[in-house]
């Protein structure tokens, strides 16, 4: 199951898991069709918004089967203000869709992944979120809003949360896909979504069983 796969990076990983004969589950915020997913074989769409505390749809979208790999890549970002002007209230929305929205989905769907042989959870996270690298100064020169550094740091522990409560059963990794060139991404992003998604693929089909893991693909994994 794949978050946030109406466009961007989602899809992309729609794509390729759907060309390496995965079954996928795309879920996207709004019913009206994304293209991007037309016609891709073993692709299911569902709609739901991650911040919603309804989760029937995906939950019937299951049916009851295993869930081998749930991807939490839907994000929310926000403009950069200087401090002063900070919207208090986007902030809140992006923790409610960065970090809140992954937990949602992990407790609908616990059943499923846990009734899985091998299952992992994917949160698709930041290199924004290492509160390690902020403090350092690492992005210092970087415009990124607090709504966004915040949420990513909270997803970050949402994820080693998952990880100490799921240990032995459930393999949780925060994902830093790159500087992916999308509507999301930095000046400097020139990274194609679909590079970080066979990228991704390629963990997710090899042997690597830390958990929980920082992961940045293709590059050295970060400091939390």
């Known amino acids: 199951m794949v978050t946030g796969a109406g466009r961007g990076f989602g899809a992309a990983?729609?794509?390729e898991?759907?060309?390496?004969?995965?079954?996928?589950?795309?879920v996207v915020r709004q019913a009206s069709g994304p293209p991007a997913l037309d016609g891709l074989p073993g692709v299911q769409v569902v709609i739901h918004d991650v911040r919603s505390d309804d989760l029937s749809a995906v939950v019937?979208?299951?049916?009851?089967?295993?869930?081998?790999?749930?991807?939490?890549?839907?994000?929310?970002?926000?403009?950069?203000?200087?401090l002063g002007s900070v919207d208090?209230?986007?902030?809140?929305?992006?923790?409610d869709v960065n970090a809140a929205g992954p937990l949602r989905m992990v407790q609908a769907l616990l059943p499923q992944l846990l009734s899985s042989a091998d299952p992992v959870i994917?949160?698709?996270?930041?290199?924004?979120?290492?509160?390690?690298?902020?403090?350092?100064?690492d992005f210092?020169?970087?415009?990124?809003?607090?709504?966004?550094?915040?949420s990513k740091a909270a997803q970050n522990m949402v994820t080693v949360s998952l990880a100490q409560d799921l240990q032995g059963r459930v393999r949780c990794w925060a994902v830093h896909p790159g500087k992916l060139a999308t509507g999301m991404g930095q000046a400097d992003a020139v990274k194609p979504p679909r590079v970080a998604a066979r990228e991704l693929l390629e963990l997710l089909e090899s042997n690597e069983r830390r958990s929980p893991r920082f992961v940045s693909l293709g590059a050295p994994d970060l400091d939390w």
Do not use: C, F, K
């Open 13 to 15: 990983l729609a794509r």
């Open 17 to 26: 898991l759907s060309a390496a004969g995965w079954l996928v589950l795309a």
């Open 60 to 82: 019937d979208a299951v049916r009851g089967r295993p869930v081998d790999v749930l991807i939490n890549n839907a994000a929310q970002g926000a403009a950069h203000q200087r």
């Open 88 to 95: 208090a209230a986007g902030v809140l929305n992006a923790v």
């Open 122 to 137: 994917v949160n698709i996270t930041s290199r924004l979120g290492s509160v390690s690298a902020q403090a350092r100064g």
């Open 140 to 150: 210092a020169r970087l415009s990124t809003s607090y709504a966004y550094r915040v």
